[in-house]
């Protein structure tokens, strides 16, 4: 079924697919800036917030991506994302709800069901609208959506959790999760598949089994794929407890912390993912391969940062430390995510990017929070509340590993798109 007020306008449907993006990682990563309020009512360990941020949601977010993406490439996709909207919006609406700390994991594993369906869908539809040379910068700016996402997490979190409750954050979240599906399900319709790059439609799909050993005997994605998975350790462990180290450490309030992440992963990090696929693109035009390097450059301009930022106890020099990383911080989205939609047939796209996705948050979401919670608890008893800040100080060996991963990447990337579009679209 079509949309009643559809805008055909590809620029307009980025749009509504990002604003769809926003506000799964408003409703995703909101708890972060929550944690010391769920810490100090349940009185648990940094290792269960740690298994709340992590496999809680990323397990069952991960593993229902695949089915879910395999249903993409076989139907309405706008539909799939408008279902799966409205599930995780209900799901962070009934976290206001919750009286115990398990009824919260519980809660939050029902969010990752829903926003299982959103980003394999998004982004098959992006990769019909943009064609090879613009799909970095559009696939970078829908991925920038996160920073927009993390940007209302962070302040507006943090403002309603120490004026209304931590339970309030959520209720807001889910409420305005269930607005955007409306104005979506009104605006926007399905677009062909393969317009962007006038391949005809056979509407032959491809089997998840397929689809997973056509990109796997590509050693770019092989390589890319686990090297997205080493940036998402570090980055998502970040996200999970830097508010909370900020608290212990600094002895900042919700607020103050929210006001200062909204602008540096917000405002500069949306600025910097956006322009990562930019300069991609560009690059990529006289060298596809050239586009794995972006992440392999922006780790190395941002990782001397990180001791200034975890160690230090002065704040000023803390603040300066943690703004330019997090300009760079997601740069890896955009070209990981261009490369894969390039490496596959044109009905393996949603699949390709569920087996992303999949890759990526099994270890990176699933293992990173929880790791550095663990290790956290055991330096805690002898570093005490700086046992945080030592335990994320550790992720910078997962961000390096994931710089030489993109870097062997590079290596094979040409070969192997040029292989693919030998084959044809289906």
Not at 300 to 326: D, R, W
Request: aromatic share 12%.
């Amino acid at each position: 079924m079509n949309a009643p007020f559809a805008i055909a306008n590809r620029h307009y449907i980025l749009f509504m697919v990002t604003l769809v993006f926003v506000v799964n990682y408003l409703d995703r990563q909101i708890l972060a800036i929550l944690l010391p309020f769920i810490k100090k009512e349940f009185g648990v360990s940094d290792t269960a917030l740690g298994l709340l941020t992590g496999p809680a949601f990323a397990i069952i977010y991960a593993v229902l991506g695949v089915p879910l993406a395999l249903l993409a490439d076989r139907v309405n996709r706008r539909n799939v994302i408008a279902v799966s909207l409205t599930l995780f919006s209900i799901a962070t609406v009934a976290c206001n709800y919750v009286v115990n700390f398990w009824q919260l994991v519980f809660a939050r594993a029902f969010v990752g069901i829903g926003e299982a369906g959103t980003g394999p869908s998004i982004n098959s539809i992006i990769s019909d609208l943009y064609p090879p040379k613009e799909r970095a910068t559009a696939l970078a700016i829908y991925s920038a959506g996160l920073n927009v996402g993390l940007l209302i997490a962070f302040f507006g979190g943090g403002v309603m959790a120490q004026t209304y409750g931590w339970r309030s954050a959520f209720l807001v979240a889910g409420i305005a999760g269930l607005v955007v599906v409306v104005l979506f399900l009104l605006t926007v319709s399905e677009p062909a598949r393969g317009h962007s790059e006038g391949m005809a439609d056979s509407g032959e799909p491809h089997d998840l089994i397929a689809t997973f050993k056509f990109l796997w005997n590509q050693k770019s994605f092989r390589y890319l794929s686990l090297g997205t998975s080493m940036s998402a350790f570090s980055g998502y462990a970040g996200i999970a407890f830097v508010p909370s180290f900020l608290a212990r450490s600094h002895h900042m309030t919700a607020t103050q912390i929210g006001l200062l992440l909204s602008i540096t992963t917000g405002i500069f990090g949306f600025l910097g993912t956006a322009t990562a696929g930019i300069i991609a693109d560009r690059l990529g035009k006289k060298d596809i391969s050239r586009t794995m390097l972006v992440p392999v450059v922006a780790t190395f301009i941002a990782l001397p940062f990180a001791p200034f930022f975890y160690l230090s106890n002065n704040l000023t020099v803390v603040i300066i430390a943690f703004s330019l990383p997090q300009f760079l911080g997601a740069s890896y989205l955009g070209p990981a995510y261009a490369a894969t939609q390039g490496l596959v047939r044109l009905r393996m796209r949603a699949t390709a990017a569920a087996i992303l996705i999949f890759i990526l948050n099994i270890i990176g979401l699933s293992f990173g929070p929880l790791t550095t919670g663990i290790l956290s608890d055991l330096l805690r008893p002898s570093l005490g509340d700086d046992s945080l800040r030592w335990a994320l100080l550790a992720n910078t060996f997962a961000t390096l590993a994931g710089a030489w991963l993109y870097w062997l990447s590079s290596r094979h990337l040409r070969q192997d798109m040029e292989r693919v579009s030998r084959l044809g679209p289906q």
